[in-house]
C-alpha cells in the first residue's frame, strides 16, 4: 500500500471536477504544484470534439509534458447504470523524470481517486513512455489485460490435472471447444497490425498460437485477393486469419470482415487442436472489442480450397427465401360415382 503525502486538491479543482461530468469535457490534466504547500490543480482541459477513440490522439496526447508527471482523466462515450460518463485514469511518469518527482505522484494517487470518486473511472493505467499514451498504446494496454494473469504454484498444478483429464475424451476429429475460452497474450506486432488492419492498410492478417510459450504470434500481413486467399492456408498447421472481403453485392461495392479458423484434419496434434479450439474465443473479443473491428462472420474450414468466392460470398450474404410454400393437401382417392341402392322389398 502506497504511503500517502497529505497533499489535496485545490478548491478549484474539486469545484471543476463537481461540473466536468456532464459530458462537456473530454480530458483533464492535473499537476501537483506549489513549493511550500503543493497541492493538486487542474493543469488543462479539453473539450470533446467527436467520438471518444477520435479525440484521444488529438487531444491528450498534446498534453503530455515528455518530462514532468501529471494525472489524466480521460471520458469516455460509455455511462454507467446512473447515467454518470465513465472515466480513464492514466498516471503519466517519464522515466527520465526527477525521482523525488515520481515518487510525489505515485504516492498521491489514491487520494487523487479518491478527490475524483473512484466509482466512475472504468479503468486506470500507468504510462512511462508516450507512445503508451497513444490509442494505440492504450487498447495495447486493453490487450494485455485480457490476457490471464500470472498462476500460483497450486494453480499451476491444478491446470495440469484439468488438462489431463481432459485429454481422455478427446478423438482426433474433435473440433469442438474441449476447455473454457482461453486467452494467451499477443506479441506487440500483433496488435500494431490489428491497428494497421482498422486504419486499413492491409487487408489480411495470419495469426498462429506458439504452443510452447503459449502466447499468440503474427505470421503474415498484407494485400490479398480473394483469389489469393486460399493459398495462404497452411495445410499442415491450424491458424487464425482476419481477412476483408471487398466485393459487389447489389450493385454496391463494399466490404465485409471474416474470422476464419483453419485446422487442418490428421496432421495436427490434439495439443495443437485443443489450444486453437480454446482460445479462438478470446482472440475474436480482442479483435472486436477492443479494436472495433465488426467481423460479418466468423468459419471454420480444414482447407484452404474452401475459401471460394462463392462459399465466402453465400457466408456474407445468405439467400433469404422470402415466404415458405404453402402445404397441399393432396386430393381423396377418387372412388367413382356414387351408386344409388335401393333397399330390397319386404
Known sequence: M??????????????????????????VKVSITGDAGPEMNMDESKERSGSWDEDWDSLLVPLVDQ?????????????????????????????????????????????F????????????YFATSKDEITLSGYRRHLAADAGPGPLSKEE?????????????DIGVDTKQQTLGSMA???????????????????????LSIDLKNESILLKKKGMFTIEELPSLVPED???YHL???????????????????????YSVSIKER???????????????????????????????????????MSEIHPVEISSKPKFSKPAPPSRGNKRITKAPPS
Not at 499451476?156 to 481422455?168: A, F, Q
Not at 466490404?255 to 483453419?262: A, D, G, H, K, Q
Open 274 to 312: 485443443m489450444l486453437y479450439s480454446s482460445c479462438k474465443n478470446s482472440v475474436v473479443e480482442i479483435i472486436e472489442k477492443h479494436y472495433n473491428i465488426d467481423i460479418a462472420k466468423k468459419m471454420e474450414i480444414e482447407s484452404g480450397s474452401e475459401l471460394t468466392e462463392q462459399f465466402i
Open 67 to 111: 518530462d514532468q508527471p501529471a494525472y489524466f482523466l480521460y471520458r469516455l462515450d460509455e455511462k454507467d447504470s446512473s447515467s454518470g460518463f465513465l472515466w480513464v485514469f492514466i498516471s503519466w511518469s517519464p522515466d527520465h523524470a526527477h525521482t523525488r518527482q515520481k515518487m510525489l505522484y505515485a504516492s498521491t494517487k489514491a487520494t
Open 243 to 265: 481477412f476483408r472481403y471487398k466485393h459487389t453485392f447489389q450493385g454496391e461495392a463494399t466490404s465485409s470482415v471474416v474470422f476464419i479458423y483453419s485446422m487442418p484434419g
Open 113 to 124: 481517486k479518491k478527490e475524483f470518486g473512484q466509482g466512475q473511472i472504468k479503468d486506470e
Open 184 to 206: 494467451f497474450p499477443m506479441e506487440r506486432s500483433v496488435l500494431q497490425s490489428l491497428e494497421e488492419f482498422l486504419k486499413k492498410g492491409h487487408d489480411y492478417i495470419q
Open 156 to 168: 499451476e498444478e491444478m491446470k495440469e490435472i484439468k488438462e489431463s483429464e481432459t485429454r481422455v
Open 237 to 239: 498447421e491450424a491458424r
Open 2 to 27: 502506497s504511503h500517502q503525502t497529505g497533499i489535496g486538491a485545490s478548491d478549484s479543482l474539486r469545484q471543476f471536477f463537481g461540473k466536468c461530468r456532464d459530458g462537456q469535457y473530454r480530458v
